[in-house]
């Protein structure tokens, strides 16, 4: 994700609010460095301008392209629709 994106939360929040990215700091984070197992791995820090005036820092896995979840509801509510209808069918013939 780059600055200018429209984005989301990916984990469960109260409301489904857009942002947009503002600023973006990466960096090497080392895991377990006390290891033999040693190793290290680049770690996104998104700072994100919400739609509600609030601002916030989340890691790159936090965050989700607001189109793509916009697109899974729409997905979810026509399979929820679908089963409503079979379901209307099953009670109407019985």
């Not at 429209?6 to 460095?33: C, F, K, T």
């Amino acid at each position: 994700m780059k600055n200018g994106d429209i984005v989301a939360r990916a984990y469960m929040w109260p409301e489904l609010i857009s942002g947009i990215v503002i600023d973006r700091h990466e960096e090497q984070v080392n895991i377990d460095p006390e290891s033999a197992e040693s190793f290290s791995c680049s770690q996104a820090t998104l700072t994100i301008a919400w739609a509600d005036g609030s601002i916030s820092h989340e890691l790159d896995i936090e965050i989700e392209y607001f189109e793509y979840i916009i697109d899974d509801q729409k997905r979810l509510r026509e399979q929820h629709v679908g089963v409503l209808h079979r379901l209307t069918r099953q009670v109407a013939e019985s």
